[in-house]
């Protein structure tokens, strides 16, 4: 059991606009820790998609956005695209002990 | 650009310990950041397991604590996972990673390498 809930699949047509939600509690999301997301393609290593909440590394399309409100995160993906078919992790931390960080269970995103 | 390249047995005995070193090229894991492992069983998610600061400072997933040491080598800029005991439970692929000072976010991943805890 995962300590950030994320949804185990979402999926979408292409050019839809889907959303992934990351939902913590008090002792992490809620206590403002800061919230990262991560795409994992097909036999691959993750890579970074966004940073501190809201951010985008370089070479991101801006398709892709962050949200953070209370004990919950979001992750937005608009313009669906064949490529964007991937798994989706957060990440964040957790207070009950220093330091500790947690990732979510992963969501599937199949495009249709 | 930082790189991180992943090497030791793929392979290992239950009761045994796993033992993974991770080559950083491109970076120092003496200067900034902190640096470490995530695991990830097959066909299931991330797990985050131990980093260390770029100071020496270390810190553990606590589930695997008793278990695991993380270190490094300065010189050759190389970093390295030992987790004894291991169980079928710690066949994964274990990723080397680096995590921002700021926000602990894992900007850098090595490939991963895959280990078996299997007799």
């Known amino acids: 059991q995962s300590v950030l809930t994320q949804p185990p699949s979402v999926s979408g047509a292409p050019g839809q606009r889907v959303t992934i939600s990351c939902t913590g509690s008090s002792s992490n999301v809620g206590a403002g820790f800061d919230v990262h997301w991560y795409q994992q393609l097909p036999g691959r290593a993750p890579k970074l998609l966004i940073y501190i909440n809201n951010n985008r590394p370089s070479g991101v399309p801006d398709r892709f956005s962050g949200s953070k409100s209370g004990t919950s995160a979001s992750l937005a993906i608009a313009g669906l695209q064949a490529e964007d078919e991937a798994d989706y992790y957060c990440q964040s931390y957790d207070n009950r002990l220093p330091g500790y960080v947690v990732f979510g269970g992963g969501t599937k995103l199949t495009v249709l | 650009q930082v790189q991180l390249q992943e090497s030791g047995p793929g392979l290992v005995k239950p009761s045994g310990t796993l033992s993974l070193n991770c080559t950083v090229s491109?970076?120092?894991?003496?200067?900034?950041?902190?640096w470490g492992w995530v695991r990830q069983p097959p066909g299931k998610g991330l797990e985050w397991v131990a980093e260390?600061?770029?100071?020496?400072?270390?810190k553990y997933n606590p589930s695997l604590k008793s278990r695991v040491t993380i270190s490094r080598d300065k010189s050759n800029n190389l970093l390295s996972l030992k987790l004894s005991s291991v169980t079928a439970a710690d066949t994964a692929i274990y990723y080397c990673?680096?995590?921002?000072?700021?926000?602990?976010?894992?900007?850098?991943w090595g490939p991963g390498t895959l280990v078996t805890v299997s007799s």
């Open positions: 491109g970076g120092s894991i003496s200067r900034s950041d902190w």
């Open positions: 990673a680096r995590h921002k000072d700021y926000g602990d976010y894992v900007d850098s």
């Open positions: 260390i600061y770029h100071s020496g400072g270390t």
